[in-house]
């Protein structure tokens, strides 16, 4: 199964929403309501942000937000802050049972 | 506290094997799937593997199905990931993660580097 697409880099000024965008197919982010999005800050191990496609994990802020339309998932980030450069990767359960990750999106904070 | 410590990484050589451990603490890897995930040098994550924690069933990636065998022991309370066949391509951080469609909590890792 083929990495999910997702924008090699976001970047936005303090303040500022981005989305990251995250395509599959029909075969996973089209056929299951599964997607789930880590962070992985500089040198530490990832973290889950958001899982079931829109719910925020436990301490998340809510400044995080998932959705899906067809095919594509997004998280957003509204008021940006420094504290957000990371790394951002999106998880579809998918074919066969098995999962796939996304290609990574880093986050710049201006 | 929940949480979960990889072991068992290392150098080998190309074609050669090598068996991480995953122990977990907090909580019964009977209770929830346990998945393997890796991430190579500068590379992405690459989902490996899960286990079921009330069966034997396990699924694996197209890239390590034949090769690699995920494998719970009950009674020591940790999983395990048996890698033969290694390829310079699996040098990786492997990681161990508690879920079923969500992945949490990750261990810190173990590095795995396969080099002549």
């Given at each position: 199964?083929?990495?999910?697409?997702?924008?090699?880099?976001?970047?936005?000024?303090?303040g500022?929403?981005?989305?990251?965008?995250?395509?599959?197919?029909?075969?996973?982010?089209g056929?299951?309501?599964?997607?789930?999005?880590?962070?992985?800050?500089?040198?530490?191990?990832?973290?889950?942000?958001?899982?079931?496609?829109?719910?925020?994990?436990?301490?998340?802020?809510?400044?995080?937000?998932?959705?899906?339309?067809?095919?594509?998932?997004?998280?957003?980030?509204?008021?940006?802050?420094?504290?957000?450069?990371?790394?951002?990767?999106?998880?579809?359960?998918?074919?066969?049972?098995?999962f796939?990750?996304?290609?990574?999106?880093?986050?710049?904070v201006? | 506290?929940?949480?979960?410590?990889?072991?068992?990484?290392?150098?080998?050589k190309?074609?050669?094997?090598?068996?991480?451990?995953?122990?977990?603490?907090?909580?019964?890897?009977?209770?929830?799937?346990?998945?393997?995930?890796?991430?190579?040098?500068?590379k992405?994550?690459?989902?490996?593997?899960?286990i079921?924690g009330?069966?034997?069933?396990?699924?694996?990636?197209?890239?390590?199905r034949?090769?690699?065998?995920?494998?719970r022991?009950?009674?020591?309370?940790?999983?395990?990931?048996?890698?033969?066949?290694?390829?310079?391509?699996d040098?990786?951080?492997?990681?161990?993660?508690?879920?079923?469609y969500?992945?949490?909590p990750?261990?810190?890792?173990?590095?795995?580097?396969?080099?002549?």
């Amino acid at each position: 199964q083929s990495a999910l697409t997702q924008p090699a880099s976001v970047s936005g000024s303090p303040g500022q929403s981005i989305t990251i965008s995250c395509t599959g197919t029909n075969s996973d982010i089209g056929k299951y309501d599964l997607v789930s999005w880590y962070q992985q800050l500089p040198g530490k191990t990832p973290k889950l942000i958001i899982y079931e496609v829109t719910k925020r994990y436990f301490g998340v802020s809510n400044r995080f937000s998932g959705s899906k339309s067809a095919n594509t998932a997004s998280l957003t980030i509204s008021g940006l802050q420094t504290e957000d450069e990371a790394d951002y990767y999106c998880c579809s359960f998918g074919l066969a049972t098995t999962f796939v990750f996304g290609t990574g999106t880093k986050v710049t904070v201006l | 506290q929940v949480q979960v410590v990889e072991s068992g990484g290392g150098l080998v050589k190309p074609g050669g094997s090598l068996r991480l451990s995953c122990a977990a603490s907090g909580f019964r890897v009977t209770d929830d799937y346990m998945n393997w995930i890796r991430q190579s040098p500068g590379k992405g994550l690459e989902w490996l593997a899960y286990i079921s924690g009330s069966s034997d069933f396990a699924t694996y990636a197209d890239s390590v199905r034949g090769r690699f065998t995920i494998s719970r022991d009950n009674a020591d309370n940790s999983v395990s990931l048996e890698m033969t066949g290694l390829t310079v391509e699996d040098t990786a951080v492997y990681y161990c993660a508690r879920g079923d469609y969500r992945f949490d909590p990750w261990g810190q890792g173990t590095s795995v580097a396969v080099s002549s």
